[in-house]
DNA sequence: TCCATATGATGCCTATATGGAATGGTCTTT
DNA sequence: AAAGACCATTCCATATAGGCATCATATGGA
């Protein structure tokens, strides 16, 4: 028993007659006449009594006709159900988010995905770039923000690139400059972000190709503890540039880190080859519309 | 999209992979590979997310899932339906009697019925043999009661067969008689039923095989009427030897009529080749049980 | 009553689809 | 690193569906 044979049994009931469900399914009688028959081979019973050219339906037509036009409904709502996903009517967009600058990037763009798509439901999670990379393997989230350069087996969307500041107590002896190397830095502790935090990562990697290891003075998943400590004389910490300049107190100064490679580039980024829910595609168009290619501070 | 192929993919989700699915369905792995390729060809739209060996449903696949779980529901309940009609589980019988004999033949039949199927709704319909012809034609109902023999185009199984008898008033000059002929009642008034009853056929055959046209004293439906105007003396009344015994009064004496091809020969009929649901074929397995094969007054 | 017409069933043929075996690529596990 | 598991793909044999032609029968009109 398949959709066709119940639909044109339908279409035969519906119109009367095989001959004109035979019309309206653009097929020719001989197709009905024999999808009926074989319906009714396997159902092993009669659906149809046929008294001369009239067809009147037995009891176990009457329950086939009618349980095949809820089958047939239920197909509808099947195809007008995904015809809403596409149309992005409906559906939820997993997104998973760092701590670091997501509020600062983000946030404007969930107001606008809302009022456009008021269907499509927003889970968002938040994790460190570690474990936002295993969720979006495991599949538990379809995008995430994360740095660029996309780490092996992932594709990503830039969003946003900015330079890193170093934030420096007042009582720093390099307090002041404009801009500072890794290489000036290379004596003094560092306040660094919580294990998996990809910030750590592009940080080691900078000093490592100085040359040096740097000394841990502190570790935090808080910013504002981190400007604090730094702050306090513990050492030098770093922040992309519009969050050290959101978030600077006046106990610390801003000073430019002027090293390649380490460039703040927040971007969405997914598994390589994952399908891409309709969904999240809308949402990387909208990062698009507003940051543009995400090259550089242009929002 | 045919079931087929949403059983496919259902039992992919359910067992969570392509070969044990496979398995399940007694197919070979690139069968279902193919399957599920299909539908996601066909809706446009990922089904499963294939992360290397684990595959995990898209949003598209969880509501293709969701509402593929209930087409297949909708189909296992389809099939359950027709066992439960086949099983006499459930259905209707649709059965016309004539009002004459029908209570007295039929009625204990009725509570064996509904006892042994109780799921199955008796509607019974009352009308005179040409009525209840044309029903059948109709499909109105699926067994009638008539008097045999059969006319052209319809099948039947006997019930009963009893003589008529003649309801003579007791004043008539052949009253007494066990029996009489047609040829003895050729001069006198007839009462006979409604046009529409089989009865009068037999009567109007038997006369016409005599010689003479009855003269018509009065119809009526109601037996016990009859059988008034009767004793009234009005003229002959001709009933069933059961029903005659039933309903005679002081006023009428009983003569058998002794007429080859009066017999009063109660069947169920039915249109010939119709499809006969299975509360019908359970009717008349139950008639053969009660009446035998109905050639006699063996009941 | 008879004929023209319409209707559904059937047989045959072809295009298509289906299912299985073999194979290859990729990921996972030991 | 090798073995095994898993899915995709290809090829082929078979089965199936759909169309054409035809037949049988019922219907409706003359």
């Given at each position: 028993?398949?959709?066709r ?19 309206v ?61 596409r ?28 009022s ?94 100085n ?29 992309p ?16 880190l ?42």
């Amino acid at each position: 028993m398949e959709l066709r044979t119940l639909r044109a049994f339908v279409e035969v009931v519906r119109q009367g007659g095989f001959s004109p469900a035979a019309k309206v399914l653009n097929a020719t009688q001989p197709t009905i006449s024999k999808a009926v028959k074989q319906l009714e081979d396997e159902l092993g019973v009669p659906l149809l009594d046929r008294i001369g050219h009239r067809s009147q339906l037995t009891a176990a037509g009457e329950i086939v006709y009618r349980r095949a036009l809820t089958l047939l409904a239920e197909r509808e709502g099947l195809v007008a159900e995904l015809e809403d996903l596409r149309g992005l009517r409906r559906g939820s967009l997993r997104l998973g988010l760092p701590p670091l600058g997501a509020s600062t990037l983000f946030a404007p763009l969930f107001a606008v995905f809302r009022s456009r798509y008021p269907g499509i439901e927003i889970r968002l999670t938040e994790h460190g770039s570690k474990r936002l990379e295993e969720m979006l393997i495991e599949g538990e989230v379809e995008l995430a923000g994360s740095l660029l350069p996309a780490k092996e087996g992932f594709d990503g969307q830039g969003v946003r690139c900015e330079p890193l500041m170093a934030v420096l107590p007042v009582s720093h002896p390099l307090a002041g400059r404009e801009q500072v190397t890794m290489a000036d830095l290379a004596g003094f502790p560092f306040i660094l972000f919580e294990g998996g935090f990809a910030l750590n990562q592009v940080l080691g990697d900078a000093c490592a190709r100085n040359g040096f290891a740097p000394q841990i003075a502190a570790r935090s998943g808080q910013i504002d503890f981190i400007v604090e400590i730094a702050g306090a004389g513990l050492g030098v910490a770093f922040l992309p540039k519009t969050i050290a300049y959101q978030r600077r107190t006046p106990a610390v100064r801003l000073s430019e880190l002027a090293e390649p490679g380490t460039e703040w580039h927040m971007a969405i980024v997914w598994r390589k080859g994952s399908y891409l829910s309709h969904a999240a595609r809308a949402w990387l168009e909208l990062t698009r519309e507003v940051y543009g290619d995400g090259d550089g501070p242009s929002g």
